[in-house]
């Protein structure tokens, strides 16, 4: 059925929304709503509100006008608008509220004629939530009852209803001029006012809810909840998040910042999302939000990243959070060192600084890329004994060895009450690497053939000489024993070793030695040493490189030139001693040294009687 024309047709204005011309059309032609005028049609009023484009047509045919501009508002996908050069959604029209200029309505009751209900009309930036402050007349819009109560199209009835009450507060209006927030939104859709260039990249309604949200959160805090806030809350919410929006992702990134200060400012706070950033946190996950906050998301991904240490689930946000930062906490749990140990080691490695001494765990943070270039995992490392038996060393050889050839991951300090050592798995298969250089392998050891702890023993060497020597590169063979790498399975050929271990001849003899040539005991030779008789110098072993006294075989000679024992003498003589003591008696000779220090009595062979003088 093809509609006639009404026969009251009011002329729609420049700047109407489509519910406010169609409830003034119904309300001239004396339907008592417009749901009477459009249901004939097989429309519903909801189709009005929502700019169904065949229901406008229809309204269109009904008042025989052009049909309504895509200006007025045309449903795009379900959920949005087209008004003037930008898509808002629902959720940015005010549509089941009335709210009006008052001033406005006075101008256009007072010099428009016919019905004064019909006289004024509902202004597209009435229809918009955000914009509260009438441009023209720089008023605060109010707001009336009762509200719209079908797709917000009622405007007639609510005229009618409240035109007493709008006439007389359009004589003390509330004066203010438009914010920021405002005059930067009504820009966007009408043309014209501030920009800022982040929020230009940004859907209509997804700028328009980060300035609420970041504005909210500067006067109510994190955890402020839009529900339930009188419009005046969310007025001054979209002014403050502006003046901060409008430096762009520095702004959002200095708000977050002073979150988390301000969350850190309790010694009982932690590093949880929700309770730092709150609803700048909820807002956008992606439960809440679809694709179109990305760049939002993205920012706020990257403060954590940058500012907040690593955390379990590594998503902040819905996006996937590299964690720049770890605390002693974290970090624990993703390398296993102990909290407490980790927290000494930091100090030690001027990581972190004194005045974390009494902060929690989970509030000393450092670098990770530093954490990570220099602490291992704490499997990776051993005390010392449990490397030496990782290595499969001897107690003995573990003390000395690991000590002096492997460098430690830390070691003993008071000033931190670090009380051991530790080691790394990697320095310790490095000195393993530089051990075995060069080895061949072998099934077994062939004659000639030992370990380092048989090497050591036979050489009469020590550990760091044995260690030293393998280590120089100045053995010609090692070998290893097929199937390990253990400390004990280095091969050595014994006489290489004895001969690359032992020193230079000094040509002297020891005590025991010198004993023997002299025929008498070592005891005597060391008296005689002692009181200077027969002189001695101080030498290096050759094989076991120790300090030893030593006499000269010259020296012995030259002593044996002069000097004389009883014993020798009577054997010179061919005779018993007693009878060679009977003679030095007769002779009256005296020993040339102190018999109670030297144990033996020797003479001046000068002294002895020639044989003439034995006749």
Not at 54 to 75: D, M, N, R, Y
Not at 154 to 182: H, K, M, S
Not at 424 to 429: P, V, W, Y
Not at 453 to 461: D, G, N, Q
Request: some cysteine; hydrophobic content about 40%.
């Amino acid at each position: 059925m093809t509609p006639g024309l009404l026969p009251r047709r009011p002329r729609p204005r420049h700047d109407e929304t489509p519910w406010s011309y169609a409830s003034r059309l119904a309300w001239a032609n004396g339907a008592s709503s417009l749901e009477h005028l459009v249901t004939r049609w097989g429309f519903r009023v909801f189709d009005i509100g929502n700019g169904n484009p065949a229901a406008l047509s229809l309204l269109a045919a009904l008042a025989g006008v052009e049909p309504l501009s895509a200006a007025t508002g045309i449903v795009m996908d379900g959920r949005t608008y087209r008004i003037g050069r930008e898509l808002v959604r629902k959720s940015n029209l005010a549509r089941r509220r009335f709210r009006v200029c008052p001033v406005c309505v006075a101008e256009d009751v007072a010099s428009r004629s016919g019905s004064p209900t019909l006289r004024t009309h509902g202004r597209l930036p009435w229809a918009i939530e955000a914009l509260s402050t009438c441009r023209e007349h720089e008023v605060a819009l109010r707001e009336y009852e009762p509200a719209a109560t079908i797709g917000g199209v009622e405007f007639a009835y609510c005229i009618e209803t409240n035109l007493p009450a709008i006439l007389q507060d359009a004589r003390a209006p509330e004066r203010r001029v438009p914010v920021g927030a405002e005059t930067y939104l009504a820009g966007r859709v009408f043309g014209g006012g501030h920009t800022a260039p982040f929020l230009d990249g940004l859907p209509y309604h997804v700028a328009d809810r980060l300035m609420e949200i970041v504005g909210m959160t500067l006067t109510e805090g994190p955890a402020a909840v839009r529900h339930g806030r009188p419009p005046a809350d969310l007025h001054l919410a979209r002014a403050e998040g502006f003046e901060v929006l409008k430096d762009g992702a520095d702004g959002l990134r200095r708000i977050m910042r002073m979150l988390v200060d301000d969350a850190l400012a309790d010694p009982d706070a932690n590093w949880g999302l929700r309770p730092m950033l709150g609803r700048l946190h909820d807002c956008f996950l992606p439960r809440e939000s679809g694709p179109e906050v990305e760049p939002i998301r993205e920012i706020i991904a990257e403060f954590v990243a940058e500012t907040m240490p690593h955390h379990h689930a590594g998503v902040a946000v819905g996006r996937k959070v590299e964690s720049r930062l770890l605390s002693i906490r974290s970090a624990s749990e993703m390398s296993g060192w102990h909290p407490k140990t980790l927290r000494k080691v930091l100090r030690l490695f001027e990581m972190i600084g004194p005045e974390t001494d009494g902060l929690m765990d989970e509030r000393v943070v450092f670098e990770r890329a530093a954490f990570e270039a220099r602490f291992p995992p704490a499997s990776e490392t051993f005390s010392r004994n449990a490397l030496a038996e990782y290595l499969q060393m001897s107690r003995v050889h573990g003390k000395i060895v690991i000590e002096t050839y492997i460098e430690p991951f830390y070691g003993k300090d008071k000033r931190y009450g670090i009380g051991e050592f530790r080691f790394t798995r990697a320095a310790a298969d490095a000195f393993m690497d530089r051990l075995f250089a060069g080895a061949v392998e072998v099934d077994a050891p062939a004659d000639g053939m030992v370990d380092i702890y048989e090497a050591r023993h036979r050489t009469l060497s020590t550990v760091p000489q044995m260690i030293d020597l393998i280590l120089s590169g100045r053995l010609t063979w090692k070998g290893r024993l097929a199937g390990r790498r253990d400390y004990g399975a280095l091969l050595l050929d014994l006489a290489e070793v004895r001969q690359r271990l032992s020193g230079e001849d000094h040509g002297g003899l020891a005590a025991y030695k010198a004993a023997k040539i002299m025929k008498t005991r070592p005891e005597v030779v060391a008296a005689l040493i002692r009181i200077g008789a027969l002189p001695s110098f101080i030498a290096k072993d050759p094989v076991n490189k120790c300090d030893v006294l030593l006499v000269r075989p010259a020296d012995i000679e030259a002593f044996q030139a002069r000097y004389v024992s009883l014993f020798t003498l009577a054997r010179e003589r061919g005779e018993h001693f007693r009878h060679t003591m009977q003679f030095v008696q007769r002779a009256a000779l005296r020993p040339c040294f102190d018999p109670r220090i030297v144990d033996v009595c020797f003479y001046d062979r000068h002294d002895l009687p020639t044989p003439s003088d034995r006749c």
